[in-house]
């Protein structure tokens, strides 16, 4: 994914401008692991490949080693750059974005071991197709914001924000969904159980897309939107 | 909760020193609060007192005000005072701190609106017993993180991050217990579904207090322990 960072401004220092761009190339390599992760994740759930699930559920040690390489870059830059104004929101960005994305990391581990154990059950239940969507819609808004921050379109990082609320009625329905398929035939509880949590875990990945939002909007806008109603976010709008 | 920061050195502005002390007793008040509100939130759901429930779930605002406004005094001591050395990791500390407490939050939120809606379920049954044991152990692990960031404590905040591996048994162990609930008695799925989420929350409130711990260990020592075993971590200890 290329940078375009729009209102990286050219510093009178080469070497600033470099640390700020390699700093953000690892935040765009990051976002890309995860997003490959969680795509992989639900692959391996809704195709029952215990194998690609296997590798999911253990390739999360290379997003975790990210964060902490790019935690240490960012608060070096603070320490020696003090950064101001638009180069500081930057940073805190940053900081911020990496949280959440490690976050998004741990989930699709999650789902990983998940599909693991439910590989081995024998038919593809009917509800695969509501998890199917909400994976799809999930992923796609995944991206969207990754594309959005790396863009940092406010537009665009408004407009995708908005898909959360779609997504968290799409994991209430499939729950109940799954309440009833566990009511009807009990034995199947315990993989049921484990499709609610893969479901759980992409609606949080859509929380945290989510925030990654809400924080390209604070770096463009230096307006802090969280906790902010949608509408309130979208007077933001250019 | 009276602020000792050990390491908190006097500055030649006593202006700048106020502004860390200010900062530092809002992310105080800031953590009695979603202790109080996990407290209020687990007990509300054993004494299925929905009261206290509806209490809970709506007073989460005062917690998501405190982040947004920790976190811009935060942004204006980088901006103002480009702080170094200890000063700038107490300010990171504080950023990454405040995000696991308003998510903290969100999770005694839920605890909350699912005690009001299990309130009206006729019989404490018998998984009560290990959920209030589960909900004793991260309450008290939230205060004892909260007590070790007050102090910058770091041996207890290895001590209190270990508890956490403990509260996840707890919570497997209560999960393998619902999951035979319902297939023993299919017509309880419904509420015994939302006291597994219960429990997740509970579970999750005490991975955002280990992130706690381990902010507190980079904090004193500098050194970024997240992803690593407690092995490691305790070769920190004093």
Request: charged share 25%; aromatic share 4%.
């Amino acid at each position: 994914m290329p940078i375009e960072i729009l209102l990286l401004e050219q510093h009178t220092s080469q070497r600033y401008n470099l640390e700020l761009e390699n700093v953000l190339n690892k935040v765009m390599t990051m976002g890309g692991l995860v997003e490959k992760q969680v795509g992989d994740g639900v692959r391996a759930l809704l195709e029952a490949n215990s194998e690609l699930g296997e590798l999911v559920s253990t390739a999360d040690y290379r997003v975790n080693l990210l964060e902490v390489e790019i935690d240490e870059e960012c608060t070096q830059i603070l320490a020696r750059r003090q950064p101001a104004a638009s180069d500081l929101r930057l940073v805190v960005t940053i900081i911020k974005t990496i949280t959440d994305l490690e976050r998004i990391g741990d989930e699709a581990e999650k789902i990983g071991r998940f599909a693991v154990s439910l590989a081995t059950a024998k038919s593809l239940p009917v509800y695969y197709t509501d998890l199917r969507h909400l994976g799809d819609h999930v992923t796609s808004m995944l991206h969207d914001a990754l594309d959005a921050f790396a863009r940092m379109d406010v537009d665009a990082a408004i407009a995708t924000a908005a898909k959360d609320l779609q997504i968290d009625k799409e994991f209430e329905s499939l729950s109940r969904l799954l309440i009833t398929h566990m009511m009807e035939d009990p034995r199947q509880v315990k993989n049921v159980i484990k499709v609610n949590w893969c479901a759980r875990s992409l609606e949080r990945i859509g929380d945290h897309a989510k925030n990654v939002c809400e924080y390209v909007i604070y770096m463009v806008k230096g307006k802090n939107v969280r906790h902010t109603s949608l509408d309130q976010m979208q007077k933001l709008s250019t």
